[in-house]
């Protein structure tokens, strides 16, 4: 007879680079090995729902090609020939190439590199300790938020709205710049069920018909770049048709009277020419927002990753404060709850020993850093010692070219810390074995919802695998770091910095599962005034003084338009490159992420980039044909896939994908600019002009 095996089955969150935070049910079966990753019904974020990809985690987990001890170069740089070391070596040689770059020219030629490979606060911020105990060039993180940030903090004075749960009570969720059948797929859960329980509409705006406008109930498809434009046009038609909260605009807002004077020739007409949609989308859009007080701006990033990202974030942000659906549950603007948790992250990060005079380098701009461009290095060293983790800047940063270039340097000492053999550890001259998320004890916060939630350590790592605070600790020791932080254990920073930020102990945490983190009604919908000193919403914000979290003067913040606008900035179709292209997310990518999983690549299948018929037909090029397309920066190799949900002109590239899936490992990042986006910096990678054309056979 066959016996019934109780499962066990452990409880943590997930640490990808998705606004959702899922909290996670773990089958545990024994033996290091897990099984099915599932939702836990029991958050009322989650609510039992994750994306495929994280469902199938024992697939990455248990990949048989995951990196599993140290290794070091032993021939020419990417050649891929690495012989094993042990620990100790690899932490000598790494310690040495750091100190080396340091006697021979100063600590601000030793840059560690990092961003979201993990969400975890102390796996991926504890390197910032080992950066500021040394005095290592400081690291400005563009790369993905700060462009978004800005523009909605720009209007609210805090990045934080209403509750995202409330999506379910809203009349009419507006899905803006954002994929979340691809990205985020809880928003979906929240959104149909307003659908299915109150009748709401889900309306989706972006640049190409994707999986998430296939399931709206209208779809709002636009030129890239000129989301600006159409938000202009929805609230010249409020003010225009008396659907304006004027009554709520004169307590909430600074200056609604010339804000509806400079609308005033931003007509549906002045918009349709920009975006491409006809006035009577327009129109008809703007009339259900302004008729529809519970409508919930759901906005994501997408739309910031423009040269004219963050005008554009400002300007959405703006309808709902026009409307005044901010006053309604289920209504107002959300884009990330990132300030209502308030952290003390000094232990983490080791902020009690940053030195502001330490020089800033623009994470978005290693390619012209490493090629040595004085505009980004000022008057310190170059670069010659690197080290990495939780990034895969040789595929995932923009203008590949220069970066690669960089890369290539031999008086450049590269570490990287990896799960897999990346793009980046593939260039690397010590190559680190990293551990995964069920493997180590972290902290998480959630970007799109509410909760903090704590990942305990729930298997042993295979092999030699080391965590990220591990690794930090050990290396901080042989350089001569000094900070109490590399002397804790995970665990015990965690339990620190949860009490030292006012959430009780990391034994509570533990207990509970997870913090609703999510500030009364009152608090997330403004009712008692916008977190500007004057408590008013901005429409016309003082861009230099924006109080985002990342900011950082450039130079470049006098250049906005000081009122909701099109920003004509982006970087035009032109004779020589007549399409624009968007390198938007795949569903079962992320990032570089998953690029190792067997399912996930099957899923996905070969790079496509996806142009209108009509576009393909006037090239003389059929579906399927292998392509090249190109700019300034450069060329790739591609197959065309014939798509008719772009506007013509419009070129999609799902997913950053491998770059070992393109024509001499030329990936996709060869395309898009590194150039910053104003005020405070970000790249610009849906924003770039190409030309096409049918591949010569080589």
């Not at 140290?70 to 020939?81: E, N």
């Not at 519970?294 to 974030?313: D, I």
């Not at 012209?368 to 040789?394: K, M």
Request: with cysteine; proline share 5%; net charge negative.
């Amino acid at each position: 007879m066959q016996q019934r095996v109780d499962l066990k089955i452990g409880h943590s969150a997930c640490p990808h680079d998705c606004p959702s935070t899922c909290a996670l049910d773990v089958e545990l079966l024994g033996n290091g090995r897990i099984g099915r990753v599932r939702g836990t019904k029991e958050n009322d974020y989650t609510a039992g729902v994750i994306c495929a990809k994280v469902a199938r985690y024992a697939e990455r987990i248990h990949h048989e090609e995951r990196l599993l001890h140290p290794l070091k170069r032993v021939g020419p740089r990417g050649s891929g020939q690495y012989v094993q070391i042990s620990w100790d070596e690899a932490l000598d040689i790494t310690a040495e190439g750091l100190l080396e770059a340091e006697r021979r020219h100063g600590s601000e030629a030793v840059w560690p590199y990092f961003f979201a490979g993990t969400m975890g606060l102390v796996m991926r911020d504890g390197i910032e300790r080992l950066r500021h105990a040394k005095k290592y060039s400081r690291q400005f993180s563009t790369i993905c938020t700060t462009a978004a940030w800005t523009g909605f903090v720009a209007g609210t004075g805090r990045l934080a709205g209403p509750d995202p749960r409330e999506m379910a009570k809203s009349d009419l969720v507006v899905i803006w710049g954002t994929n979340p059948v691809h990205t985020q797929v809880n928003v979906m859960t929240h959104a149909v069920r307003a659908r299915r329980e109150r009748g709401a509409k889900i309306a989706v705006i972006d640049i190409y018909r994707n999986a998430t406008m296939q399931q709206a109930d209208i779809g709002i498809c636009l030129r890239p770049g000129t989301d600006g434009a159409f938000a202009c046009a929805i609230m010249h038609v409020l003010f225009r048709d008396g659907l304006a909260n004027r009554e709520y605009m004169a307590k909430y807002a600074d200056c609604p009277e010339e804000l509806e004077a400079h609308l005033a020739d931003k007509t549906p007409e002045w918009a349709s020419a920009i975006t491409g949609l006809t006035v009577e989308e327009i129109e008809s859009f703007a009339r259900l927002i302004g008729k529809t007080p519970r409508t919930y701006l759901r906005l994501g990033y997408g739309f910031s990753r423009s040269r004219n990202g963050t005008v554009n974030m400002h300007a959405a942000s703006c309808i709902a404060t026009v409307t005044g659906s901010w006053l309604h549950e289920g209504g107002g603007a959300f884009h990330n709850s990132g300030a209502i948790f308030k952290w003390n992250k000094s232990l983490i990060e080791g902020s009690d020993v940053l030195d502001p005079s330490i020089r800033m380098l623009d994470m978005s701009r290693i390619g012209p850093i490493l090629t040595g461009d004085r505009s980004d290095l000022g008057d310190g060293p170059e670069v010659h010692a690197l080290f990495i983790q939780n990034q895969n800047p040789v595929q995932v940063a923009p203008d590949q070219s220069k970066v690669k270039k960089g890369f290539a340097r031999e008086d450049l000492f590269i570490c990287v810390h990896e799960q897999f053999m990346t793009a980046t550890a593939k260039v690397a001259d010590i190559v680190l074995p990293a551990t995964m998320f069920l493997e180590h004890d972290d902290l998480y916060q959630a970007g799109g919802q509410q909760s903090i939630l704590f990942g305990p350590k729930l298997v042993e790592p295979p092999g030699e695998c080391w965590s990220n605070h591990d690794v930090i600790c050990a290396l901080a020791k042989r350089v001569g770091a000094e900070h109490r932080g590399f002397d804790m254990t995970a665990r015990e920073i965690v339990d620190w910095t949860l009490q030292n930020s006012g959430w009780g102990t990391l034994e509570n945490l533990e207990a509970k599962r997870w913090i609703d983190a999510q500030p009364d009604f009152e608090t997330s919908h403004y009712i008692g005034g916008f977190a500007y000193p004057d408590g008013k919403f901005k429409f016309k914000p003082d861009w230099p003084e924006v109080p985002a979290s990342r900011k950082w003067d450039w130079g470049i913040a006098h250049l906005m338009p000081r009122l909701p606008d099109h920003w004509d900035v982006i970087e035009k179709a032109d004779a020589r490159h007549p399409f624009r292209l968007a390198t938007s997310p795949a569903r079962n990518y992320l990032n570089s992420s998953f690029n190792e999983m067997p399912t996930s690549r099957k899923q996905e299948g070969v790079p496509r980039a996806k142009i209108h018929p009509d576009d393909l037909a006037e090239l003389g090029i059929e579906d399927g044909d292998r392509i090249a397309m190109g700019n300034e920066r450069g060329e790739i190799r591609i197959k065309a896939e014939a798509y008719d949900g772009v506007q013509r002109g419009v070129v999609i590239v799902e997913a950053i994908p491998p770059n070992d899936q393109f024509e001499g490992e030329v990936g996709l990042n060869t395309l898009t600019g590194a150039d910053r986006i104003a005020p405070f910096g970000g790249a610009a990678f849906h924003d770039n002009h190409v030309w096409i054309r049918r591949a010569l056979r080589d």
